[in-house]
């Protein structure tokens, strides 16, 4: 469900950070954890396997490590990659013992950049994408056991966790245009073209998960992107959508969110189409087999439900023996219509056969229509849908390599297996960049290194449903990760179209520049991909639209996604294939390499870092300008004077004050812990949680109005959107809110009580950050 062209995050509410020089940190004066907290085992650890002859290497690979030669000696590497800091210009680093132990782990991480490999990760994705593997499939299940595999074969403990979990598939489709003009459309993908790679009979038909069973005939009413804003400009052009079917294209907001506003203006169906503005140039190029862009029969499939995670299990997870809801406590986040998606192709005699007000010139798309209508009718069609939403077993794989320092310290890396069809973008070049990251990594381990933290490899199943696999995970170790997940990394699609992209928590956009600035820029020989990124451009995490979506906004664990691209036109069709990837999207595989090296450069700078490299004052600075959003907001919407921002400037300003107190000193940089004095390591450690935990004061147990799962005040998704990002979204629904109900005292006292809301998260955070008691 990675960003597509269908996934354009607004930007409205969302600005990025001025880079930051300074980021030293000091140690924490405080007790440390008992001996056996930080010696303590996760029950995966308890439950992961190996074969017995990489249990021998491992033990011999301890045997030729000091004692501690992670905890005293990482630190080397997030200096000169993480930090930035000339390792010559430091005088406390004179130890020789102490620099020779640097210099062995930089070693390690210096040869990680130059072992994935592009015929590797070749092999990776023409194995996982041989057949179709639908989640719930017996081929998504052969492709967990192929990353299980390999995981193993790498020297990584591994096992496989379940879940019984509510999916959907289509049973049948029927679709007819009965005026003013007989048509019935192809609804499928057709084999006309001159497709390379062999069609397989396992292919599911087109669909979007979850629609509403149901046989329904009406007038056809054109939308253009199904969002409210266009249902509103309907509505002002005099066209009535009440038992009307809607068609609407692709792009901007997310599609189920397109079905919904549907209904909620009265409609009885929607219909979705790609329209080849945003999927096929204009037309201009070409088309695949010939060129990367969307044929006219293409279909872009998915899924239709607004939640995220099991729907029989909200905020729990689905294990065997668990409570399920019944149906009328998820149908609001199920479609309450009929929907279904379209080619281009099949849209076109129906977007003909509008009449009525003409469109507003921005809603024409690139179709060569003879004329350019809403609706209402003469167009009229019949849809009929029969779904099978029924309980089915999803497989997440879980690969784990011990910390050798601090075992119940967390370091995670993630993406998903399961596609709607092939997935070769999305999302299996994210599967094989991970395969690539796993090997390396076990090539590390096999020459003697052993990260300082545990690091969790995380291959999910059922995320095109609704971040189902993830969701149903971190439910599964919720108290777990609140107090021992360190950082998320996540990978959808490692390789679409355009240059490189990510999205991060704040405190972590220092280490994700200047980790690009040592892995080699693929279209660009001779350069980094700093050097043509930039760092410029940072995005935030706030959408659902892929897996960090539990771990930061339900517990609270700071993440970044990544990829090198972030948009592609035949994005969740049968066109996702091998052969599209090695003509246009990675011909070499030179993008799956630079992935795997950025996102396993990443997993090694925290998993072996002293000191966390999070910098809190970038997101002082973030927070910062979302204040000043929010008196945008309040002063745009007409909010009466007693309407205050202040309570959110005051927060801040003790944040920034907080963050520049923790990053004022030096010598926290040392990884000579016997430069610093007795109990060093200790106040090391009780630092490091604060860094870890801050995060987690954004969120409350109460979560957004409407939306409880979602717990982040500081990012989350519009109630419109679930692609988009919000900053201080419980406020932006308030104010919304308000403006809808005409600016009552009591709305407005709804927003003035979010924004206190806010307020407090942000003093809680700079309390956790301060790590001292009031």
Known sequence: MSASFTDEVPKKFIKMPRPLKDRSLPLAEMDSPSKEDSAAQHPLLEKSTSPRNLADS?????QQLAPHPILVAIVLAALAVGYGIGVGSIEWLQSTDHMQKLEKVKGFHDSFIGLPSNDS?????????????????????????????????YGIKTHMTSYDVLLSYPLKRELHMLAPVEFSPLLRESVKEEVPQSRSPKEVDTFLAYSKSGDVTGDVVYANYGRTED????????????????????????????VKNSADRGAIGCLIYSDPEEYAANMTEGAYPNAEWLPPAGVQRGSAYTGVGDPLTPTWPSTAGAERVPPSAYAHQL???PCLPLSWQDAVPILENLGGAPRPPTWHGALNLSSFALGRGPARVHLKLEMNNSVATIHNVVGVIEGAAEPDRYVMLGNHRDAWVYGAADPNSGTAALLEVARGYGSLLAAGWRPRRTILLLNW?????????????VEDNADMLRHRGVAYFNVDSAVMRGGFFAAA????????????????????????IFDVWNGTEIQRLGGGGTDFAAMLQHVGVAATDSGMGQDYAVYHS????????????????????????????????????DVLPFDFRSYASELEKYGGQVDEALSENGAPPSVSSAPIYNAVALFQRTADSVHSTPEALSGDLSRLGPGAGQRQRVLNDRLMLTERAFLEGEGLRGRPWYKHLVYGPPRDNNYGTLAFPGIQDAVADAKKAGGTDESWAVVQHEIYRVARAIVRASKVLQGSLT
């Open 461 to 473: 199943d059922a995320e095109e449903y609704g971040l189902i696999g993830s969701t149903e995970w």
């Open 574 to 609: 049968v066109y996702d294939n091998y052969d599209w990837m090695t003509r246009f999207g990675d011909p070499g595989f030179h993008k799956h390499v630079a992935c795997a090296q950025f996102w396993g450069l990443l997993g090694l700078n925290v998993a072996d870092a």
């Open 505 to 528: 928590s704040p405190q972590l956009d220092d280490l994700v520049r200047d980790v690009t600035k040592v892995v080699p820029e693929p279209d660009h020989p001779g350069k980094t």
């Open 58 to 62: 491992a033990a011999k690979s301890r």
């Open 335 to 337: 479609p309450a219509i």
């Open 121 to 153: 990760a070749a092999a990776h994705l023409r194995e996982l994408v041989k057949e179709p593997h639908i989640s719930g499939s017996p081929e998504d299940l052969a492709a967990a056991h192929y990353v299980m595999q390999k995981f193993r074969e």
């Open 231 to 258: 249902f509103d400009e309907l509505a002002l052009l005099g066209v009535n959508v009440s038992g009307a079917i809607v068609i609407a294209r692709y792009g901007e907001i997310f599609r189920g969110d397109k």
